[in-house]
């Protein structure tokens, strides 16, 4: 099965910058990047497998790993040998796992509030997460969203974008069985020990109000990365691409543009 892509910005750029989401794993949530990023590069955007509009089953012990071939087949679906790979969150692990299982195929990475191993805040998160919607169904599950993504002065000050995102979380939620497996998945990530043999220039980007997971396991990211750049942010939450678009794009343009 060929993953859902879409091609923006550049189309005939010599470099693509492909775009790869979090939990929720649809390509649309990059819309506030596609235009800053388009300007001077091919933009790929995809759905991940069993999110969006790549719907499938997904096996038992699905993998970060597994998530990384997926990206794999979408460049050779699009006829693109080597990108620069923007992640957000799960988004970021698939970019870490892809490095190290083909480095050749990774020009840059960005991270954005990734981790290289569990941590015991987030884990409890995705607990009671998983609770609430083996417990109480999609829609409480969806509604309690808004909470571990964006600051409470950011949902306050744009209520209607969030009952949009809702009421459309609802109407295209990925279902249970992906969802728990796709948790597991990103619960299971550990490359902490590996870090040093990632290559690839990386940039990490973290917001200190990060309600999902804390900055400091972007701290040690960073740290653990032989070419790293650490950005961070006071304010934005776990979904800073959204709540702080303009000066989260700019730090990644600074980093993709620059051929130091």
Known sequence: MTLHFE????????????????????GGFWAPQIEALGRRFQVITYDQRGTGRSKADLPENYSIDAMAEDVLDVMRAAGVARVHLVGHALGGL????????????????????????PDPHTARCFAARRRLLQNSGIAAYVEAQPIFLYPSWWLSAHAAQVEAEVAHGIAHFQGTDTLL?????????????????????????????????????SERLAAGLPRCRFELFEHGGHG?????AAASNAAMLRFLADQG
């Open 7 to 26: 091609r923006h910005g550049r189309t005939d750029a010599v470099e693509t910058v492909l775009l790869s989401a979090g939990l929720g794993g649809a």
């Open 94 to 117: 698939i970019g870490l796992a892809l490095a190290l299982r083909r480095p050749g195929a990774i020009g840059k990475l960005v991270l954005i509030n990734a981790w290289a191993a």
């Open 181 to 217: 497996k796709r948790i597991d998945a990103l619960l299971a990530f550990d490359i902490a020990a590996r870090l040093g043999a990632i290559a690839a220039p990386a940039l990490v980007v973290a917001s200190k109000d990060d309600a999902l997971v804390p900055y400091t396991c």
């Open 240 to 244: 800073i691409t959204v709540t702080a």
